[in-house]
């Protein structure tokens, strides 16, 4: 790659790394990168000593989720086949680093020249597939000289990103690895194809797919179903943060009436006691202390908050209304998962990126806040008015059903045309 490039991810580690001293999260991700380029050789070896058949790369969680559906086909239908994915991010691996539908899991090292050809030559790839918004400029060199054929999934591009300003050459031609992009809507095919892209696919997107199943194999929690039982109206706080929570806890409180099942993004202990301090000592319970103490759960309790993961696609069955976290941060978390229920999702400003976000919005399953004012505004009136609720549900519900149908053609394109098994 260029050496600017290189000399941007050089500086991108240096920071990483002096950032660890002071985030936990960051330590775990350079220490994971580090027991990935030492043992990744050996443990395939032990699994697959020709190589892995298919490398699958996502950043994080929400990128695991477009990757999954396609996983798990794939080892439906060929379970002979050694598959690896790789993570970036911490959040992604944590959870995620016992996942049994592929033969290993692992971080991806720093996109460094060197990094890049110790992971490729430990991992020896016969095939790649990156999940939306993955550009990793010294990989997709390595993966195109090598001869293996790397693709790109559930991808959405706009006007603004860097492959399309006049000083982008560099971007474009990380583009040019790809064997193929399967992209979210016609805006993306039409902008590739200014800049001489034209080996794309409108697939749409995979986790409308994954959604889908999430609702077919939703588990039932006898803790919340008691829970919810006598209330009217049930607010799921789904991937909250700080930023989300310092505006609805306040509508909370002017609505003593109403419960709510709280999911934070992330937790340990000084954040779930702070933020059951905010809600009402007496008032709150943790999920953890409910379970098999159904004593805890006495009539004064008007809120739950979730201290486990793998849960929240799940929970979202018994809301009214789905408050998705992120927006005031790096981006909104997956309002699909909520919206596959037929609930109205409700979410912060930051969500420009998110295609699913404007399409919701603009059916009028969706409701968008940037503060107090707004949110209050939008809660209020699906509080007060049931027939609206129910309508806005209604438009969310059939936005997923209609959506459906990105895993089928991207599977069929790289795979061949199997039906899962």
Known sequence: MNPLYNFGIQAFALGAKI??????KISK???????????????????????????????????FEQARPII????????????????????????????????????????????VKRFLDAAK??????????????????????GVPTYIISSIFRQGQRFFKPWGGMFRKMLRCYEHLYVQDSTSEALLACIGIENVTVAG????????????????????????SDSPFTMIAGSSWQPDEE?????????????????????????????????????????????????????????????????LSSLYRYG?????????????????????????????????????????????????YSNASEFNAAMNRLYNDPSDRKAAGKAAEKYIRDSIGASDIIYNDIFGNEKSH
């Open 320 to 368: 009214s209304v789905a408050v998705i976290g992120g927006g005031f941060g790096g981006g909104i978390h997956n309002l699909n998962e909520a919206a596959v229920y037929g609930i109205p999702v409700v979410f912060g400003p930051n969500h420009k990126k998110f295609k699913e976000a404007h399409e919701l919005i603009k059916l009028g399953g969706g409701f968008t």
């Open 19 to 24: 950032a660890s001293l002071r985030s936990e």
């Open 205 to 228: 997107d995979t986790r409308f797919d994954r959604v889908s199943d999430i609702l077919s194999q939703a588990k039932s929690v006898a803790e919340i179903e008691r829970f919810v």
């Open 125 to 146: 790839p016969k095939m790649a597939i990156f999940a939306k918004y993955e550009f990793w400029g010294n990989y997709l060199m390595q993966l195109k000289e090598s």
């Open 72 to 115: 798990e086909r794939l080892r439906r239908n060929h379970p002979e086949k050694k598959l690896l994915l790789t993570f970036f991010s911490p959040s992604g691996y944590e959870i995620r680093s016992n996942y049994d539908k592929v033969d290993c899991v692992a971080y991806l090292p720093f996109d460094t020249p060197a990094r």
């Open 29 to 63: 991700m350079l220490r994971g990168q580090h027991e990935t380029l030492a043992g990744l050789k050996h443990r395939r070896l032990t699994v697959a000593p020709d190589g892995f058949d298919v490398w699958f790369h996502a950043a994080s969680l929400g990128e």
């Open 247 to 311: 505006i609805y806890i306040p509508w909370l409180k002017g609505h003593p009436e109403v419960k709510a099942i709280i999911a934070p993004h992330e937790f340990d202990h000084a954040r779930l006691e702070s933020l059951r301090h905010r809600l009402g000592n007496a008032k709150t319970r943790l999920l953890s202390e409910i379970r098999g103490n159904s004593d805890s759960l006495d009539s004064n309790v008007r809120y739950v908050i979730i201290d486990c993961f793998g849960l």
